[in-house]
């Protein structure tokens, strides 16, 4: 709106780019190429603005002009075709955020499901699950695939930011979800034991205090005689 004093935009890359594979957006400062790129992804994130890939790290209200306003993106991933739709609706008392994504089903278009059940269902939670749960998390997509202006440099992460990347790269989530529960199952064992050392000590204690009763009993039994 504000670059190109449109209330709609719209644009077919497929129709566009053909069989390219490169592919550079040209035009003048402010003519929205930024706004363009950043709305080729399905994530509730406007990378280059944000201070962080979190959703909470930038309000995409303070990009909205007028009352309502809405995205909608076609994409496929893995032969699968999705469609992205985000409505936002502002007023002076609220703000409410509404998000589906949906795979082409046949002729029609079905929500997104996962195989816990959670399904896209217009609530923002369930979105960002389902979006991660086919594109990964917004760390991995925005250092790996889509590169914003004025992001962090690779060299910049540290160690555990970079650890972090390439377990999801690799698809070894499930093995740092493992490194969790044994740590989990580790302290509680751990907890176990020094109860059970506790209870072993105390039992010590009985048998000594025990024992020296006994040997007072010999004793007195041994006075009387």
């Known amino acids: 709106k504000s670059a190109l004093g449109r209330d709609e935009f719209s644009i ?8 390219a594979h490169l592919i550079a957006v040209v035009g003048p400062n402010g003519t929205a190429k930024t706004s363009l790129l950043e709305q080729l992804t399905p994530y509730r994130i406007l990378p280059s603005r944000a201070s962080s890939y979190s959703a909470e790290a930038i309000s995409l209200y303070d990009h909205v002009y007028g009352p309502e306003a809405s995205k909608e993106l076609e994409f496929e991933h893995d032969g699968v075709r999705y469609r992205s739709i985000l409505i936002f609706r502002m007023s002076n008392k609220s ?11 046949g002729d ?4 997104v499901r996962l195989p816990d059940g959670v399904m896209s269902d217009g609530k923002t939670v369930n979105y960002d699950l389902c979006v991660e749960s086919i594109l990964g998390t917004p760390q991995m997509f ?14 910049n992460f540290t160690n555990g930011e970079v650890k972090t990347l390439f377990s999801e790269l690799l698809g070894h989530e499930h093995i740092r979800e493992l490194g969790a529960n044994a ?6 064992l751990r907890a176990k034991l020094d109860s059970m050392r506790g209870d ?3 039992i010590d204690g009985l048998e000594l205090v025990v024992k020296a009763a006994g040997n007072d009993l010999s004793g007195a039994k041994a006075g009387l005689g």
């Open 12 to 19: 077919d890359l497929e129709s566009l780019v053909g069989d």
């Open 95 to 105: 703000k409410k955020t509404e998000c589906y994504l949906q795979f082409k089903n």
């Open 108 to 111: 029609g278009w079905a929500s």
């Open 142 to 155: 925005f250092t790996s695939v889509f590169s914003a202006q004025g992001r962090r440099p690779l060299s």
């Open 183 to 188: 740590l989990q199952v580790s302290k509680s």
């Open 200 to 202: 072993i000590a105390r």
